[in-house]
């Protein structure tokens, strides 16, 4: 059964306090992993597509890296304004769209001024 | 990237009413897509709606309980039927292909 997790459920860091966030996926075969932002009241930010293992892009402060089993979120020297909800996700090899995106539950990310 | 407005953005609703939460975005697009985020949850794929068909309905979803419209490619909405308080959950809709951009959401109470 196709399956994402991610951990922490929550994380607190102090403003300046480096980290990384997990996702890990047990597919049938990886086609694509996403990560998104998700404020309060809002709908999900696109951040990141990682397609192969070994890939890694950055935004800012983020950096998003891929495995064959998990991908990191690594938040340097994170803001305050850094706080949300980050959430992936991963869609199966050999399908697209949307029917085909398996999200986790999400990361709540809270940066202490 | 779309704009994605959505109405309303948050409603109270009695048991065993319906609820019609309409999407718009800013740009022609053939699919767009209804979720649910239930808290502490994942989203949850509900439904596809593409202009000029019938909306295709992910396992666990039926049209009897969230009919959707799609009149034409800026514009959908989804009905929530009959509710009951598991309901109760934020109902977003997005567009895109892989990469997926989201309204921001319409968060649905039942008493």
């Known amino acids: 059964e196709d399956q994402v997790t991610q951990s922490p459920e929550a994380l607190r860091l102090q403003e300046g306090e480096s980290s990384s966030l997990n996702c890990s996926y047990t597919v049938s075969g990886l086609r694509g992993l996403f990560w998104y932002r998700q404020d309060p009241g809002k709908g999900p930010e696109f951040l990141f597509t990682l397609y192969s293992a070994g890939e890694e892009k950055e935004k800012e402060r983020l950096k998003a890296t891929l495995t064959k089993k998990e991908s990191f979120l690594h938040i340097t020297a994170p803001k305050p304004e850094d706080s949300a909800t980050y959430l992936c996700a991963v869609q199966v090899l050999g399908q697209t769209g949307a029917n085909n995106l398996f999200f986790g539950t999400g990361t709540r990310l809270t940066v202490i001024p | 990237s779309a704009v994605i407005s959505q109405k309303p953005s948050r409603d109270i609703c009695q048991r065993g009413t319906s609820l019609t939460i309409q999407c718009q975005v800013d740009s022609q697009v053939t699919m767009m897509f209804w979720y649910r985020q239930q808290p502490g949850q994942s989203l949850t794929l509900i439904a596809t709606a593409n202009q000029g068909s019938e909306a295709t309905y992910e396992s666990g979803f039926v049209i009897d309980k969230f009919p959707i419209s799609r009149p034409n490619l800026t514009f959908s909405t989804l009905t929530v039927s009959n509710m009951s308080p598991e309901d109760s959950s934020i109902y977003l809709c997005?567009?895109?292909?892989?990469?997926?951009?989201f309204g921001p959401g319409t968060r649905l109470t039942v008493t």
């Open positions: 997005s567009v895109g292909w892989d990469e997926q951009y």
